[in-house]
């Protein structure tokens, strides 16, 4: 993750990459001047019109699927007072603030674009009351499930727990609580999360890894694992072992990738790269590859014990944020700054399979295949994401969910059935849920 990366070019911020903001307009200090309907005053500038939206939000609480069907904006935005083309001005505004000529919009790896005609997960549900953060603007692992029911999610200091089926929010991992700061770590900001089975675990700015063992309600484990000037820890990823052993593996800043063994918490492994690794992920079924993404537009596949270098996957232009593997194991999706996600056959990683599929608002920060292999879940920096319904891997249908705000991470429960999305926005940030449209609705599948 670059530190000193060019915000202007990504997002038309012009702020740090260190954030604390919850509202995305708060870094953006471009006052370009932008044609609004009537009803709004035409003299706002784009952020004065995304600030304004506290006063276009009349639905403050959770939004039903009943009430999403009744006309409620699925994030509570009035939308009737918005008006569509006051929305899509400032897509277009920012729109024009992300695209770099030459690199995106005339890219041409980006002439074909999958039509958005399907919708494979319809709304559910949302609730403000898991108000999503994020703790640096370029890592966007910050929501996850671990089953139809539980999801956790970064929130400000904490990690919450949201229990989709009872409707209640609680705080897991708390960074300002004594449990965590009397291990000497104060002042955490949390760039990264994971969760598995009975363990929640956060990485930090400077290097921190905390983990809790939520069965028995304690701290595990919780240090600095790099000390270097830029130790941020920018991914957890956890994977079982052929041998059956649960490993967390941690990707940083100072170019290492380490694996824990979870039952120790000691470093059994540790792979050196050249450049500060953002992302990385092992092959599923036991295969012995790491995809590993980072600072360099080319994607690493190497082997998972050494690191030794297997494959180069090339055909990005600049840094990888995004790492997923198909759960078959020979597919990789790489999602990059370039604004597109692509897609390789680790068989034959010299032909990119299917097109190469584009973003709208900036990098592809967060890559999810479904479990069943029948989709891929990509997001944008902010406010979309897409389904590719992934078929004979040409990827010819796509769903698009348009959202407002920041995208803080996107899950899939073990089951496929429950997509969920975390935006961050100082009025219509919430924490949503999709369900798979070939499950019936009915409040039984919910308990």
């Given amino acids: 993750m670059d530190d000193n990366v060019d915000f202007d070019s990504l997002s038309g911020s012009t702020e740090d990459s260190i954030v604390t903001f919850e509202d995305p307009t708060e870094a953006d200090e471009n006052q370009m001047?932008?044609?609004?309907?009537?009803?709004?005053?035409?003299?706002?500038?784009?952020?004065?019109?995304?600030?304004?939206?506290?006063?276009?939000?009349?639905?403050h609480g959770d939004i039903t699927w009943e009430d999403y069907q009744n006309g409620v904006d699925m994030q509570g935005i009035?939308?009737?007072?918005?008006?569509?083309?006051?929305?899509?001005?400032?897509?277009?505004?920012?729109?024009?603030?992300?695209?770099?000529?030459?690199?995106?919009?005339?890219?041409?790896?980006?002439?074909?674009?999958?039509?958005?005609?399907?919708?494979?997960?319809?709304?559910?549900?949302?609730?403000?009351?898991?108000?999503?953060?994020?703790?640096?603007?370029?890592?966007?692992?910050?929501?996850?499930?671990?089953?139809?029911?539980?999801?956790?999610?970064?929130c400000k200091n904490s990690i919450m727990h949201w229990n989709a089926s009872r409707r209640k929010e609680s705080s897991v991992l708390n960074m300002s609580s004594p449990e965590v700061t009397s291990r000497g770590l104060r002042h955490m900001t949390v760039t990264t999360i994971a969760a598995i089975e009975n363990l929640v675990m956060a990485g930090g700015l400077h290097g921190e890894v905390?983990?809790?063992?939520?069965?028995?309600?304690?701290?595990?484990?919780?240090?600095?694992?790099?000390?270097?000037?830029?130790?941020?820890?920018?991914?957890?990823?956890?994977?079982?072992?052929?041998?059956g052993q649960l490993v967390m593996m941690t990707s940083n800043n100072d170019g290492k990738i380490r694996m824990f063994d979870t039952e120790s918490f000691s470093v059994f492994n540790t792979i050196r790269m050249g450049f500060a690794v953002n992302h990385a992920t092992r092959q599923p079924n036991g295969g012995k590859l790491l995809c590993v993404a980072g600072d360099h537009e080319d994607g690493r596949l190497v082997d998972v014990d050494t690191g030794k270098p297997e494959v180069i996957l090339r055909g990005h232009i600049r840094n990888m944020f995004a790492t997923a593997w198909h759960p078959d194991g020979s597919i990789i999706a790489t999602g990059n700054e370039d604004n597109t996600c692509r897609i390789w056959d680790v068989r034959n990683p010299a032909r990119q399979l299917g097109?190469?599929?584009?973003?709208?608002?900036?990098?592809?920060?967060?890559?999810?295949?479904?479990?069943?292999?029948?989709?891929?879940?990509?997001?944008d920096n902010s406010d979309y994401v897409y389904i590719y319904l992934v078929g004979d891997m040409d990827f010819q249908r796509k769903q698009e969910i348009d959202l407002f705000g920041l995208v803080s991470g996107v899950t899939v429960s073990p089951d496929d059935e429950l997509l969920t999305v975390g935006v961050v926005h100082k009025a219509a940030g919430r924490l949503l849920e999709f369900e798979r449209k070939d499950w019936r609705k009915s409040s039984s599948c919910l308990i």
Avoid at 33 to 59: G, R, W, Y
Avoid at 355 to 361: A, E, I, K, R, T
Avoid at 362 to 378: E, H, P, V, Y
Wanted: one cysteine or more; proline letters at 6%; aromatic letters at 10%.
């Fill in 78 to 154: 009035d939308l009737a007072m918005l008006g569509f083309s006051c929305r899509d001005t400032y897509r277009m505004h920012n729109a024009q603030s992300v695209y770099l000529p030459g690199l995106c919009m005339d890219h041409p790896r980006l002439s074909w674009f999958t039509p958005s005609d399907a919708e494979f997960f319809s709304f559910n549900y949302s609730t403000r009351r898991v108000s999503c953060s994020i703790g640096h603007t370029q890592l966007r692992h910050l929501v996850v499930s671990t089953s139809q029911h539980d999801v956790y999610a970064m």
């Fill in 210 to 243: 905390v983990v809790k063992d939520l069965n028995r309600n304690s701290i595990v484990f919780a240090d600095h694992i790099s000390t270097r000037s830029d130790p941020i820890t920018n991914a957890i990823d956890c994977h079982w072992s052929p041998q």
């Fill in 33 to 59: 001047a932008i044609d609004v309907p009537d009803n709004c005053a035409n003299s706002m500038t784009s952020t004065e019109f995304v600030q304004s939206i506290p006063s276009l939000t009349k639905h």
């Fill in 355 to 379: 097109p190469c599929l584009p973003g709208f608002f900036g990098a592809i920060r967060s890559l999810r295949f479904t479990n069943d292999g029948k989709f891929l879940i990509m997001s």
